[in-house]
Structure formats: C-alpha cells, structure tokens
T-cell receptor, first 110, second 114 residues
Framework: DQQVKQNSPSLSVQEGRISILNCDYT??????FLWYKKYPAEGPTFLIS?????DKNEDGRFTVFLNKSAKHLSLHIVPSQPGDSAVYFC?????????FGAGTRLTVKP | GAGVSQSPRYKVAKRGQDVALRCDPI?????LFWYQQALGQGPEFLTY????????KSGLPSDRFFAERPEGSVSTLKIQRTQQEDSAVYLC????????????FGPGTRLLVL
C-alpha cells in the first residue's frame, strides 16, 4: 500500500521561476515529514523537514508547507536554479519507520 | 569527513546465487537503515539497527534476506538464492540517533539478477 504518494513523476520549470512539488499521504499517524533530493548515482540527501505541529518551514530558497487536514505537503523552491535539477522524494515518518514517495524529477531549464 | 560508503557499487548475480552487500556507516552513528529502491520507485524500508541490535526487520521481503551488524558499525545485507525480482538499488543510511531527520544515505548498491 502506498502511504505516501507523489502523483507527478516529472516537473519542468524555467530558471528563476517557482518550483512546486506535491506530496499526499494517507496515514494520519505520520508526524514528521521530510524532503530528500537525489542526483543520479548518489544516495538521497536530506533537504528540509517539517513537524506535524507546524504548517510551514523555510530554509533559504526552500519552503515546505503542511496541510494536515488535507494530508498534503508541498515543497516550494524559489527562485529555481539549474542545479536544483534532481529527483525529489517526499518521506513521512511516525518514528517507527519512514515511507517514501516514488519521487518527482525536477528539471530547471536555463 | 567520510560519508556512508557501500560496496560493491554494482553487482550482477545469476539467479540462485547468494550475494552480500556491505555498508560502512559514518563513524559513531548509532542507527543504520537498509532500503530497497526499485526502478522508478522511492526507497522502501527493509530493516533498522540501533548499534548491533536489529530492532525492526519488518520490511525484509522474505526469509532469503538477512542483515547483520555484529559490532555496531559495519553492516551486511545478505540475499540468499537471489531471484530476478531482487534486482534493485539497495541503499544504506546511518543516523546519529533515532531521529529520522539525520539519516545520511550511501550511494547504494545496484543489484542485477539475471
């Protein structure tokens, strides 16, 4: 069962514009959410996280929004840069294990 | 400092062959996780160690899969009698403690079973 879903397998944006990556989850027990970034032939790298007690967390160009009632979170990257091109995984944790989405491939065009 | 390393980076096995995948976590990291990532999918949890204790192995897909971390540092994931459906990237991650935020991933081992 897919408890974490990323319904867009790919996203293409222009350099300087905003990238919005979306993630939905089904398990209401998840209380911690993370975004990982993955380049080819490398392992995922932690990017940003948010606790279920918050609805927004910002770190530089990256902001994660959490809507608990909708069981939805999103990652905003602004402004997008070509170096942001990678696969982005959404993950959710209930402190016992972590579930990942299938990933969204972001391409930022110069 | 050195990150998480995994070896081999690539492994081709004949169906029925046993394989052993190694993970060297970041020195001093208490927690160690193994994930399986199929093509086009996100990583899926296999098993978790806290030091040498295997606290959760609920994600191991069958009894052909076995993981150990005997001295609380290096870990080995062993797959016996490999099947074609075992083909995937096997990711290892380590963390300072049990906080999921501080998981650091290795580059993975890509296993292809023919």
């Amino acid at each position: 069962d897919q408890q974490v879903k990323q319904n867009s397998p790919s996203l293409s944006v222009q350099e300087g514009r905003i990238s919005i990556l979306n993630c939905d989850y089904t398990n209401s027990m998840f209380d911690y959410f993370l975004w990982y970034k993955k380049y080819p032939a490398e392992g995922p790298t932690f990017l940003i996280s948010i606790s279920s007690i918050k609805d927004k967390n910002e770190d530089g160009r990256f902001t994660v929004f959490l809507n608990k009632s909708a069981k939805h979170l999103s990652l905003h990257i602004v402004p997008s840069q070509p170096g942001d091109s990678a696969v982005y995984f959404c993950a959710a944790s209930d402190n016992n294990d972590m579930r990942f989405g299938a990933g969204t491939r972001l391409t930022v065009k110069p | 400092g050195a990150g998480v390393s995994q070896s081999p980076r690539y492994k081709v096995a004949k169906r029925g062959q046993d394989v052993a995948l190694r993970c060297d976590p970041i020195s001093g990291h208490v927690s160690l996780f193994w994930y399986q990532q199929a093509l086009g999918q996100g990583p899926e949890f296999l098993t978790y160690f806290q030091n040498e204790a295997q606290l959760d192995k609920s994600g191991l897909p069958s009894d052909r899969f076995f993981a150990e971390r005997p001295e609380g540092s290096v870990s080995t994931l062993k797959i016996q009698r490999t099947q074609q459906e075992d083909s995937a990237v096997y990711l290892c991650a380590s963390g300072v403690w049990v906080n999921q935020e501080t998981q650091y991933f290795g580059p993975g081992t890509r296993l292809l079973v023919l």
